[in-house]
């Protein structure tokens, strides 16, 4: 994704099975993980605003 950093971000996209768990996209290695929403390791994932259409 243009202008983002290397840093892990949140997906809106959920995890079918379990509600609690979310996915994060790593742009730095170019992957994708889920975990636990909210758990405190993971409070340094961004989120990043993204509108569609116009």
Not at 22 to 45: A, M, P, Q, T
């Amino acid at each position: 994704m243009p202008e983002s950093s290397d840093s892990s971000y949140w997906s809106s996209s959920p995890y079918a099975s379990d509600s609690s768990i979310g996915w994060f996209v790593h742009f730095g290695v170019g992957g994708i993980d889920r975990n636990y929403k909210n758990g405190f390791e993971l409070s340094y994932i961004n989120v990043r605003l993204v509108r569609v259409g116009q």
